[in-house]
């Protein structure tokens, strides 16, 4: 299959859609991999296509709340408060859903499912022309860091799905929160972070966000299924290194004559970059540069050639958006910290 990009033939992409195959979207997160959610054989393909397990349920993308409404069980008394603050934008919300009211292989087979509206115009007007809502798992092969810009998708999907949507570099570049509403007498739950964070959550509330707490300890079990993975790895081995570290790790890594990569602020790669063979510097020292750079240099430095030995990534303070970066960067190092 010849894989098109779509950029300004939304119809084009609608058309698609409609007719069960699959499509990459933009969205302010990272890009998603887009199918018809009520058409159980297009959303099979999107499972092929990743090679994602099927006991991970895929979030139901919409274009206003009024969409999901038909599909709720019971209403969380905060998801109006909620969805009026923060849609569209980079939260998920799980909510119990009808029973049937979607096929199995988009909700696991839980008796819940995951909603979210967002923030890209251009995803905003296919989701409308299409009237569809449509799942989206980040557009990248199972287990590699999510894609930020159509070319990742076109390396990673090329020939395996119908066309990508053309949207520019995602503004945010980690995916979505995950905030669990199911329980309407239970306080939300944050059960992966993103860009609203716990602190933005608890301000609008005025009570307090629960975290899962497989995110503090790491022996408990995740509640989104899709948290026990091993994710965002590129093929090159990543490590976590804390700012104070980064020079003394490059000095001992220069000594045992390692083919190294550093990803950090402009100031911090200012102090080494005369010992290091690639570096990728996120736009300022902001951790919202470091969340939004994070994915794209990691796949640029796993493609340097001759291959790296050990990419370094610096750490940020585990709060704010800082939890959401270092939630990913700590599957992609699998742990491991100098
Ligand atoms: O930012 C994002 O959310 C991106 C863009 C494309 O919208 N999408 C995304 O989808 O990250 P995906 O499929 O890679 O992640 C969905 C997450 C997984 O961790 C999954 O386990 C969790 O949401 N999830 C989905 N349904 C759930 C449910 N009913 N209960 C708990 N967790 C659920
Ligand atoms: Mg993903």
New binding site residues.
């Given amino acids: 299959m010849e894989t098109i990009i779509f950029d300004q033939q939304l119809e084009q992409a609608v058309e698609a859609l409609k007719q069960g195959e699959v499509v990459s979207f933009p969205?302010e997160?990272?890009?998603?991999l887009g199918a018809n959610a009520l058409d159980e054989s297009a959303v099979k393909k999107v499972f092929a296509v990743k090679g994602r397990p099927s006991d991970?349920?895929?979030?139901v993308?919409v274009y206003d709340f009024d969409q999901v409404k038909p599909f709720i069980q019971t209403k969380h008394p905060l998801a109006e408060k909620i969805v009026e603050q923060f849609w569209p934008g980079?939260l998920?919300l799980?909510f119990e859903i009808k029973p049937e009211s979607l096929p199995k292989v988009v909700?696991g087979g839980?008796s819940?499912?995951?909603f979210?509206m967002?923030n890209h115009p251009v995803t905003l007007e296919l989701l409308r022309q299409a009237q569809l809502p449509l799942v989206?798992?980040?557009a990248n092969t199972s287990g590699k860091p999510s894609p930020t810009s159509s070319a990742h998708v076109y390396h990673d999907l090329k020939g395996k799905i119908k066309g990508i949507v053309e949207g520019g570099q995602s503004q945010i570049g980690v995916?979505?929160t995950?905030l669990?509403l199911s329980n309407p007498n239970l306080p939300p739950m944050i059960?992966?972070p993103?860009a609203i964070t716990k602190e933005m959550l608890e301000a609008t509330l005025g009570l307090e966000v629960l975290i899962d707490q497989h995110l503090v300890k790491e022996s408990e079990t995740p509640?989104?299924?899709?948290?026990k993975y091993k994710h965002y790895s590129p093929d090159t081995p990543v490590m976590m290194v804390a700012p104070k570290d980064l020079l003394h790790a490059v000095r001992h890594f220069g000594k045992e004559n390692y083919r190294l990569g550093v990803m950090a602020t402009p100031s911090q790669i200012a102090l080494i970059k005369d010992q290091v063979q690639t570096c990728f510097a996120y736009e300022d020292e902001k951790v919202q540069s470091a969340a939004k750079g994070l994915f794209s240099g990691l796949r640029q430095l796993d493609e340097q050639s001759p291959k790296l030995d050990l990419i370094l990534v610096v750490t940020f303070e585990n709060k704010g958006l800082g939890m959401a970066y270092m939630n990913r960067l700590k599957k992609a190092a699998a742990q491991k910290i100098y």
């Fill in positions: 969205t997160t990272v890009y998603g991970n349920p895929l979030i993308h980079p998920t799980i909700t839980l819940t499912a995951a979210r967002p989206g798992p980040s995916e979505s995950v669990d059960l992966r993103g509640k989104a299924p899709g948290m």
